[in-house]
C-alpha cells in the first residue's frame, strides 16, 4: 500500500517528505486513510534522539484518527466508513496478566509502540501516523464517536488518554480537589477532562496569561508558581496533583499540598530525578506515584466520555510542510495546545 508521508532520515535532522509502502492487510485487519495526526512532544524527543536508539528512516505521530477503506476478512469490529483511531501503541503479547486485564500500555513482554521498532513479528518496521495511510489490527484501533471533531480528538490519542487514565484510577469526582500542574497539550486535558468528572480544579503554571483559558476549560482556581507564597498558603488542600511537565520543579512543594492519603502523579519527564524528602511522604501517608497512557478499553471508554461531554484537545491544523515549524513552537510552548496534521497535505 503506497503511503505518503513525513520522515526524519537520519537523527536530528529535519522532518521530509517520504514515500513508502504500508504492509498488506492480514485477516483481523483494518486499513484506513488518515485525516489528522497529532504532534506529541514525545515524537520530538525520539525524532532528535534524545530518548535513545532511533530506527531511521523515522516516520513518527502516534495520535491518529481517520476513515477505514478497507477490513480483513475476519474483522468485526469496523466497517468500510467507519471513523477509527490509533494511539501510542499497535500491539502487545495479549497473553500476560496486565494485557488479560486490558492494560496492554504495561504489557510485561512490552507493547509494541507505533513508530520507532518493529512490528511483532520482528521484520516489518513500525512506521507511525505523519503519512497518509495506516494498517492496524482491529484489536488496537478504536472506535471513533461521530459527534467530535476529528482533529479535535487526534491529540485524546495520547494526551488525552494519558491524564483521563490517572483520574479515574485515583477517583477524580464530586467532593475531590484536582490539581494540574502546566497548561500545554496535556495539562489542558486534564482540566477538562477533571472538571467534567465533577472535581474541583486548580491549575498551577508559571504563565498568567494562561489563566483565562485555564477557567474556559473548567478550572476554579489559578495559581501562578512563580509565587513561593500562593503555593504555601494551599498547603494540606488536595486530594490528586497530576504533575503534567517536564521541566524540573521541586516536588515537595506539591507533596506538602496534599492532604492525608493524597497523591502527586507523574506525568511528565523531567530530565533529572526528582530529590525527595521522606518527611514530606510519611508524614499524612502522602503517595508519589506515576502513570502512562491507557489500556484500550479505557481509551475506549474516555472517547466515549468525550462524545457525552462534548470534550476534544484545543489544536491548531497545520500543513505537513509546517511540521520542522511546529517542532520549534512545541519545544518554545508556542501553541494553544496541540498541533495536529491536516493528513490530506502529505
Excluded at 528512516?57 to 474483522?75: D, K, R
Excluded at 503519512?131 to 461521530?146: G, R, T
Excluded at 496569561?209 to 488536595?238: C, N, Q, Y
Amino acid at each position: 500500500m503506497e503511503t505518503r508521508g513525513y520522515a526524519a532520515l537520519e537523527v536530528n535532522t529535519p522532518l521530509v517528505p517520504y514515500t513508502f509502502n504500508r504492509r498488506a492487510l492480514r485477516d483481523g485487519d483494518v486499513a484506513f486513510d488518515i485525516t489528522y495526526a497529532g504532534i506529541c512532544h514525545s515524537d520530538i524527543h525520539t525524532a532528535r534522539g534524545e530518548w535513545g536508539d532511533v530506527i531511521v528512516p523515522l516516520v513518527p505521530g502516534h495520535e491518529i484518527v481517520g476513515i477505514v477503506t478497507e477490513v480483513g476478512p475476519s474483522v468485526t469490529k469496523f466497517a468500510v466508513g467507519d471513523r477509527v483511531g490509533v494511539g501510542v501503541f499497535i500491539d502487545s503479547c495479549g497473553t500476560c496478566e496486565n494485557c488479560q486485564a486490558g492494560e496492554q500500555q504495561y504489557c510485561l513482554k512490552g507493547m509494541t509502540g507505533t513508530y520507532n521498532g518493529l512490528e511483532r513479528d520482528g521484520v516489518t518496521p513500525a512506521l507511525g501516523g505523519y503519512s497518509n495511510k495506516f494498517v492496524i489490527d482491529q484489536n488496537y484501533a478504536l472506535k471513533v464517536p461521530d459527534s467530535l471533531d476529528m482533529s479535535g480528538v487526534a491529540p485524546l490519542l495520547c494526551a488525552g488518554i494519558t491524564l483521563y487514565s490517572p483520574l479515574r484510577h485515583w477517583k477524580a469526582g464530586p467532593g475531590k480537589k484536582v490539581g494540574i500542574v502546566g497548561l500545554g497539550g496535556l495539562g489542558h486535558m486534564g482540566v477538562k477532562f477533571a472538571a467534567a468528572m465533577g472535581a474541583e480544579v486548580t491549575v498551577f503554571s508559571h504563565s498568567a496569561e494562561k489563566e483565562a483559558d485555564a477557567m474556559r476549560m473548567g478550572a476554579k482556581h489559578f495559581v501562578i508558581t512563580k509565587d513561593p507564597s500562593a503555593l504555601a498558603s494551599l498547603a494540606e488542600s488536595f486530594d490528586l496533583i497530576l504533575n503534567t511537565v517536564s521541566a524540573e520543579l521541586d516536588i515537595n512543594l506539591y507533596l506538602n499540598l496534599l492532604k492525608m492519603d493524597g497523591t502527586v502523579v507523574v506525568i511528565g519527564l523531567p530530565g533529572k530525578p526528582y530529590a525527595v524528602s521522606a518527611f514530606n511522604l510519611l508524614r499524612l501517608r502522602r503517595s508519589l506515584t506515576g502513570s502512562m497512557i491507557g489500556g484500550i478499553p479505557q481509551t475506549q471508554e474516555m472517547l466515549d466520555f468525550c462524545a457525552e461531554h462534548n470534550i476534544v484537545s484545543d489544536v491548531e491544523v497545520i500543513k505537513a510542510d509546517y511540521i520542522n515549524e511546529a517542532y520549534e513552537r512545541t519545544v518554545a510552548s508556542d501553541v494553544k495546545y496541540r498541533f495536529v496534521i491536516d493528513a490530506s497535505t502529505f
